[in-house]
């Protein structure tokens, strides 16, 4: 190699193997990267706090989905099914991005249930398309709606985010 090679081949070997920051959450950024762990606590039927095997963690917002607000019907629910779906379990998340909130959006799955879908599936959340154009959210919720399981109960349930735009 030509000493000016071998000085950049030098530089960049050197720089990856510094440490990443495990308080920066882009080093979980990368879409197709899986990370084990167990939440912490849930915030609400969408949203928890994520301990990483790694020792570091993360606010995660599940992706695709929004579940009913603080206030609104079936919010406690989505925040029971939740925790009983990820209590004292391992669980498996895949960052998709961060929200403008800074948290992880990510799909969270333990061996069986992908939990985006699962609260889905029981009329506890709204697939958020503005957002998210996954197929299997989408049909997830035509099916809880023509069965009229959970919000879907309601023959004009309130999108959380119409709730939260009449609450500004």
């Known amino acids: 190699m030509r000493p000016i090679q071998t000085l950049i081949f030098g530089i960049v070997v050197i720089a990856g193997c510094q440490p990443a920051s495990q308080s920066a959450p882009q ?31 993360l606010r995660v917002r599940l992706e695709g989905i929004d579940c009913p607000e603080h206030g609104q019907p079936f919010a406690d629910q989505a925040k029971r099914v939740l925790q009983q779906l990820t209590n004292n379990r391992v669980i498996w998340i895949s960052p998709t991005g961060t929200d403008k909130y800074g948290r992880t959006l990510a799909n969270a799955r333990d061996n069986a249930v992908w939990m985006n879908g699962e609260l889905v599936r029981r009329g506890l959340a709204w697939h958020y398309s503005q957002f998210n154009s996954d197929p299997r959210l989408a049909r997830l919720q ?27």
């Open 27 to 57: 080093q979980h950024a990368e879409p197709s990267q899986e990370i084990r762990g167990r939440v912490d606590w849930i915030a609400d039927g969408d949203s928890f706090h994520f301990q990483c095997d790694d020792g570091s963690s």
């Open 142 to 168: 035509r099916d809880a709606r023509v069965a009229g399981v959970g919000l879907w109960q309601d023959d004009m349930p309130l999108a959380p985010w119409d709730f939260r735009e009449r609450g500004r």
